[in-house]
Each structure stands twice: as C-alpha cells, then as structure tokens.
C-alpha cells in the first residue's frame, strides 16, 4: 500500500525514519509532503495514496475525493476536529488518532506557560511562585491528568472538571472534583483547558467565566483556539486588569491584544506543545503501527468514526 505523511509542520526526522521502517518492513512505501504552502498542494498530493499519517492537517471533503484509493487517515495525535470524520464515514474512510502519545509533550507546555505568566514573561520585576496555588484542570483526560500531577508535585492544589468522568473517579485520580465548571473558574488562580473542539465547546469560555476567575488569575489554554470566546477575552482583560492569558493557540488579534495587554497576554507563534522529538517519535510510531496493523489484520481499536 502506498503512504503518504503529509504534515504542514513536519515531524522531527528521527520520527520519519521510525514511521518509514515500520511500514516498509511491513511491504508498504512511504512518502512525504511538508511544510506544504497551500491546503491545495495537500489536496493535489493525495490521489495516489491508500493511508495518510497526518497532524492537524485538514483532511476536507475535498482532500478525501481527491484520493480515490484513501482507505485509512491516522491523526498522529489527539484532537480529530481538522478531519471531516462524517465525509470519512460515508466513503468508508477509516480516521483513527493516537490518544495520550504526544500527552507529555503538552502538558509540560502548560506547566511552563504557568511559570512563564508568573514570573512576568521572564522580565525584570517581581513575580510569583506557582507553589501553593490552586489550579483547576478543565477536562481530566490524558493531556489534563498529566498537567493535574505535574502540578501537585510542584505544590499545586489541583481540582478538576470533566463531563465524562465522575467525582469518585477524579478523586481516585488524584485531584480534588469541582462542582462544575463555573466553580472550577470562580475558585482557581490557575485554570488549564483541556477540552477537544466541538461544536458543543466552541467559545463556551468567555467573558463570564474569564471575569468569574479570582484576583490575579491566569487561564492557559493549550488545547483548541476554537473553545475561547476571543472577544469575550478581550473584554474580561479589559475589565480586569489583574487577570492573564497564555496560550499555545495564537488569538486572531494577537498584535492588538498584546499591545493592549503586554506582558497579561501571551501566544507561541506556532502550536508548539506536542513539537517535541519525543511527542513526534511516539505519537508518529504509533500511527505508523496502527497503519500496518489495520492492513495486515483488519484493527479499527483506534478508530473515531466507527460505522
Ligand atoms: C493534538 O491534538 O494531538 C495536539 O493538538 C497536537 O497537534 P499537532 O500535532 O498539530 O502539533
């Protein structure tokens, strides 16, 4: 079978070479598409291949016609809201993601970013330490637990929320449940959103809850820009000059905000939190297994749009 990785922003090469061996050991070819332009050089690649590895490429409708042969996508990765997984399913296209193998890499991003917004974007004056604050984590999944134990062994008291997981079992997984989300907002000096984009979560975080957070108190979001009302955002920073945001998911009006909110606001320039080697070998390997498994046997455990 033929595979293409196709990744805008690349793995690291050491990841390639893993992802080539084990399809190639297994009788399949492998090519690459990086740093590609345009999502139409993406849809142009695609006709010849079978299986596609992919990141937060979107794998449109489009790109799913133009591939005629396309029996299986691998999300090297969590979220699947960049792939259409109901046009997937009516070509009976397989979409599967690699849950928790580039978990890690994220969650050390978030911790980070919390230091970074309390030592002041790391310039002269006086911060504050992260150690005995409390830091409520919005969806306790793999990414969220990470980040929850990270914490707790910094000092952290650590609560958490998750629509899919109960108090007990929260609790057993070492964080204090809160009520709800509006009490993990008003009751912590740090939240961390860890929630997927869906059409339930997009913008569910705005104004109200920004401006429900206590004094001084920061929101990091290292999941999906799509969650965060952004002009509810900017309205809570104006509002309340004490409160912060930092970010993985570059706002559409950065340059504004910053400039109106300097060192309260920051943004990477680029999605960085699984851009590790580590993230990329394990999330990468994964998927290439997941590829040779589901060729040589059939295996859809991963699969996200069953049918
Ligand atoms: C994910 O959903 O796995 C993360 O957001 C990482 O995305 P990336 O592979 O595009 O960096």
Redesign the pocket.
């Known amino acids: 079978m033929k595979v293409l990785i196709a ?1 805008q ?1 690349p793995f690291a090469a050491v990841a390639v070479e893993g992802i080539r061996k084990i399809l190639t050991e297994a009788g399949h070819s492998v090519d690459t598409l990086e740093k590609y332009a345009a999502q139409d050089d993406f849809v142009k690649a695609v006709a010849p291949y079978d299986a596609l590895i992919i ?3 979107k794998v449109t409708a489009e790109v799913l016609d133009a591939a005629p042969s396309l029996k299986i996508v691998v ?8 792939v259409d997984l109901e046009a997937a399913k009516a070509r009976k296209v397989v979409v599967m ?2 849950p928790g ?3 890690n890499a ?1 969650a050390e991003l978030a911790v980070a970013m919390m230091i970074y917004m309390s030592r002041g974007q790391f310039t002269p004056g006086t911060g504050s330490e992260i150690m005995g604050k409390r830091l409520g984590v919005q969806a306790y999944g793999q990414v969220g637990r990470l980040v929850g134990k990270k914490a707790e062994a910094l000092g952290m008291k650590v609560s958490a929320i998750d629509p899919f997981i109960p108090a007990d079992k929260i609790r057993e997984l070492g964080a204090e449940p809160a009520k709800d989300v509006k009490d993990l907002y008003a009751n912590n000096d740090f939240v961390s959103v860890h929630i ?1 984009a869906t059409p339930e979560t997009i913008k569910s975080i705005g104004y109200d809850l920004i401006t429900s957070m206590p004094k001084g108190a920061c929101l990091v979001n ?3 820009k799509e969650v965060i009302d952004e002009e509810g955002l900017a309205k809570a920073l104006e509002a309340r000059p004490d409160l912060k945001y930092v970010t ?1 998911l570059l706002p559409d009006n950065y340059a504004e905000l910053k400039e109106k909110f300097g060192t309260r606001i920051f943004a990477t320039p680029k ?5 590790t080697a580590e ?2 070998i394990n ?1 990468g390997i994964a998927a290439a297994r997941q590829i040779a498994d589901f060729f040589a046997t059939g295996n859809t455990r991963f699969q996200v749009n069953k049918w």
């Open positions: 990744t922003k990141r937060s490429d999300r090297a990765g969590a979220g699947v809201d960049n993601n690699t193998q580039n978990a994220v997927p290292a999941a999906r993985d999605k960085m939190g699984a851009q993230a990329n999330a």
